[in-house]
């Protein structure tokens, strides 16, 4: 049935489209994200109250046992929340096709993803500012934000555990809709990988959320009190301004001279004034005739606008695992994932009172970022042009991640019998390969290739195989190795040719998909959108989702989608007066 009402504001996911009146009909397939919730309901609760809309592609994801913390690694695993997408055949990756895994539904990727939750470094923020040269971006104003969008659940209550988190409250909020922080209970085994790690000579981090997350500590989650957070905790119910439409998909907006007239879903147009967004945001630009001419000429998709950089510039993290065996004395996980019953009677509890078994195991990493003197002195690394050079050297910029405790059985139940084992993935930082998305079809629904082209820059091949040699030189060191009885998953030798053979068979996106319209100055020529979130060339058109953003964060990237998402909203409400 058609909804006839006008909206001062439209978010399409991430593509928001802006003051508008409009015949709205419900059809429209985007995913209301970090980005597009942080933005719908910023607007919202402005001052002055504008109507938005919020469109939908997927469902609500209202059911509760979907929020269990400890099972949140499993979560994409959902067929009716998970696009499915894959990466293109990898060049570098034998030939793999790789999860591409994007969240469908309220909340996006947000409700799919692993729950770290990182902001990066202060440097990368910095670095956005002087690339568009707009302090909106730099890491003071960026840090405002967070603190004003989280409630941070930090407090440690074991007194013996207190050293391995010391936050510092003016680095966190307080009032805002996303729960994050440290889980309750822990994992019997993670003090002593956090102990061993130290002794090895890794500086100890006590709040990765400061601006510089050099050093390895506890992680901070995006769940509290045994419940994952999402993108949808930020649409109170209480704004009664706010409307949410779900199960909703837009193929293409419409354009006449430039200028955004209307969005067409499913073949019907919805009437807009004017228009503001993004998240599959290439696609639908594409779609729409803005994008690469020749690109969109192979199709027959009349040109509105030539705008080369749409597609390009695609970066991505990857990472691959150490995973061994430890002794089953130092650990009771195999009293818990070993029993059926004790699964089910911790699930039953958990749904009572959100407490339990289902709140410990799984629910607590170890995390830490590191630099690498390795990297610095090779000659891949010396190759680089000088400022990607000096922006690697800087303070707060880190070489790699690593992990502990992730629970990869989850993942790959076939391998594990025992459960006594810890994975210790690494993840490259600052990766050099650059890929594309690219049209396979003139259908605007059918989905758009993704190529990320992992490992093809000489760099991130001499890079991979440095940090994993550190990984297991930790591995070795004699406070964890005690208590490692075997070898689960690891490169055949130590060999530079082992080790990278092993990064190519086993190698794994961590789906933070950035920069395909990336943001720049104007004339630019890998950019397509301004620091004010307009598309060039186009008017009434402007994009906030993670495609704009021009810096690989160091970080699990969907905070940096709430910051996307929550700037562009203070770019709105200024320029609107929404809060007068």
């Not at 469902?59 to 990466?87: A, H, I, P």
């Not at 293109?88 to 895994?101: A, I, M």
């Not at 959108?529 to 060339?537: E, K, N």
Request: charged share 25%; net charge negative.
């Amino acid at each position: 049935m058609a909804h006839e009402r006008s909206y001062d504001f439209i978010v399409i996911g991430g593509i928001c489209l802006l003051p508008i009146v409009t015949i709205y009909q419900p059809l429209t397939k985007f995913i209301g994200g970090p980005a597009g919730c942080t933005l719908a309901a910023s607007l919202a609760s402005s001052a002055r109250k504008p109507t938005v809309l919020l469109l939908e592609a997927g469902g609500r994801n209202e059911d509760k046992s979907l929020r269990v913390d400890g099972k949140r690694w499993k979560t994409y695993m959902e067929e009716n929340m998970n696009w499915g997408s894959q990466t293109t055949p990898q060049e570098h990756c034998n030939g793999r096709r790789l999860d591409y895994s994007r969240g469908k539904g309220l909340g996006g990727s947000s409700s799919i993803n692993f729950g770290v939750y990182t902001v990066g470094a202060r440097d990368d923020y910095d670095l956005w500012a002087a690339e568009v040269d707009d302090e909106t971006f730099s890491w003071d104003k960026m840090q405002t934000r967070f603190r004003k969008l989280e409630t941070f659940a930090g407090t440690i209550d074991i007194p013996e555990k207190q050293k391995y988190g010391q936050p510092e409250p003016t680095n966190h909020g307080n009032k805002g809709g996303l729960h994050v922080g440290y889980a309750k209970e822990w994992d019997s085994d993670l003090t002593m990988v956090l102990d061993a790690f130290e002794e090895a000579g890794i500086q100890r981090n006590l709040d990765h959320n400061s601006g510089n997350p050099l050093g390895f500590g506890l992680c901070i989650n995006s769940a509290s009190e045994g419940i994952r957070s999402t993108a949808a905790d930020l649409l109170s119910e209480e704004l009664d301004n706010l409307r949410i439409v779900s199960d909703s998909p837009v193929q293409r907006i419409i354009l006449e001279r430039n200028r955004v007239v209307a969005a067409e879903a499913n073949g019907k147009k919805c009437g807009l004034y004017r228009s503001f967004g993004s998240l599959e945001t290439p696609k639908i630009l594409m779609h729409s005739g803005i994008g690469p001419a020749e690109e969109l000429s192979k199709f027959n998709i009349a040109i509105n606008h030539d705008l080369p950089a749409v597609g390009k510039g695609l970066r991505d993290h990857f990472f691959a695992p150490l995973v061994v065996v430890r002794n089953p004395q130092t650990n009771d996980r195999n009293d818990f994932y070993q029993d059926q019953v004790a699964m089910e009677a911790a699930m039953n509890q958990w749904e009572i009172d959100g407490t339990g078994p289902w709140t410990r195991y799984g629910c607590q990493l170890g995390i830490g970022w590191l630099k690498s003197d390795r990297i610095t002195s090779s000659e891949e690394f010396k190759d680089l042009p000088q400022p990607v050079q000096d922006f690697m050297n800087r303070e707060t910029i880190p070489h790699y991640e690593i992990i502990s405790h992730f629970p990869v059985h989850f993942t790959f139940p076939q391998l594990f019998q025992d459960y006594s084992y810890i994975c210790l993935p690494v993840f490259l930082m600052n990766e050099q390969s650059v890929g594309e998305v690219r049209l396979q079809s003139p259908d605007p629904d059918e989905p758009l290739s993704f190529n990320p082209k992992f490992l093809e820059h000489p760099f991130d091949r001499r890079a991979c195989i440095e940090v994993y040699r550190h990984l297991w030189d930790l591995a070795k060191y004699h406070s964890f190795a005690k208590d490692t009885v075997s070898t689960i998953m690891a490169p055949a030798s130590e060999s530079d040719e082992d080790i990278l053979q092993f990064w190519k068979d086993n190698l794994s996106s961590s789906w933070h998909m950035t920069g395909t319209v990336k943001m720049g100055k104007d004339g630019d020529s890998d950019a397509a959108v301004d620091s004010r979130f307009c598309v060039f060339g186009v008017e009434n058109l402007r994009v906030a989702d993670m495609s704009v953003v021009p810096v690989l964060t160091n970080n699990h990237t969907q905070a940096t989608a709430y910051m996307t998402g929550a700037t562009c909203a203070d770019v709105l409400i200024g320029e609107y007066s929404l809060n007068k």
